[in-house]
């Protein structure tokens, strides 16, 4: 990872916090998480994940491989300790951060997440997906050139072709919020500039999820907290229940009236302040 790969937004001088963004996403941050975090004392971090943005690709990388990664940035920005929070199909990797990172991982959030690829609950289009990917034997260049042919149109996509294209995955909550303008050219563009380079990143970040992730669950003693919302269209609800409780003391935040994007990048302040509150215990 270099400089370029990152993207920064809150307190330049608060506690970090690493963000591990969706996929296909990159680097880039809701520009207005910028007012929550320094609001809370907060430095965000996100970093495009090989082969995305600026990113270069790293065929073969793995849930394990990119969390050292991580680690070995932040040893070159002087940063200690930190918390991390993951979205959609970032999840993975702050739980990775958690698990393999010990100590130096004060507090772990995971929003929308999936749990392995074999509790995954029936129903879930994208567990399909990575299920298709792991039935066949794994030849890179022939799922690229699909990926290439299937998702090279969203490079040219505006905001009204993106809520047509995912009118069926997007819950009402999610279109009211893409319709908005602000998040609906925000997801746009970081999905965008993450397959700008090609689509190495997206297909390698689903060869790693449904290969080995390198860690156990319960390997998190951290304070963990995993936030899902209740019209959620694209990852189901019983899969943030599933990895809830397969980690200790695991804290779950079911959210009325939120969907996926919608949850992901609009619930920042009740995450930010989560992660405020058990990094800091208010004293009895």
């Known amino acids: 990872m270099n400089l370029i790969s990152m993207c920064t937004v809150g307190d330049p001088d608060g506690f970090p916090v690493v963000f591990h963004n969706g996929t ?7 520009p207005w998480w910028g007012r929550s975090a320094r609001e809370r004392n907060l430095r965000v971090l996100c970093f495009d994940r090989p082969g995305y943005g600026n990113a270069k690709a790293e065929p073969g990388r793995t849930v394990a491989s990119e969390v050292q990664a991580t680690a070995k940035t932040l040893d ?19 739980l990775g951060c958690g698990a393999l990172l010990g100590d130096r991982v004060v507090a772990v959030a995971c929003v929308a997440g999936n749990p392995p690829l074999g509790e995954v609950m029936e129903g879930d289009d ?18 690229l050139r699909a990926y290439e042919g ?23 909550p999610d279109k009211a919020a893409l319709r908005d303008g602000e998040t609906g050219e925000y997801l746009l563009a970081a999905v965008q500039e993450a397959i700008r380079p090609g689509f190495e990143g997206w297909l390698d970040d689903n060869l ?10 319960a390997d ?9 919302g209740d019209e959620d269209l694209m990852t189901p609800v019983e899969g943030s229940r599933t990895l809830a409780g397969a980690v ?20 920042e302040s009740a995450i930010m302040d989560w992660l405020v509150s058990v990094r800091e215990p208010t004293s009895a």
Do not use: K
């Open 208 to 217: 790693a999820y449904v290969s080995p992730w390198g860690f156990e669950l």
């Open 76 to 94: 070159a920005l002087g940063v200690g300790e930190f918390a991390t929070w993951g979205a959609s199909g970032g999840g993975v990797y702050a």
């Open 150 to 172: 299937d998702s090279n149109p969203m490079r040219g996509w505006d905001l009204p072709t993106l809520l047509t294209e995912w009118d069926e995955a997007l819950s009402p």
């Open 220 to 228: 998190l003693h951290q304070p963990v907290s995993f936030w899902h």
């Open 248 to 267: 200790p003391n695991a804290e779950l935040f079911l959210i009325p009236e939120m969907g996926h994007p919608s949850l992901c990048f609009r619930n």
């Open 126 to 143: 994208y567990a399909d997906e990575l299920r298709a990917i792991q039935e066949q034997p794994v030849n890179r260049e022939p799922l």
């Open 24 to 30: 296909p996403c990159s680097r880039l941050l809701p």
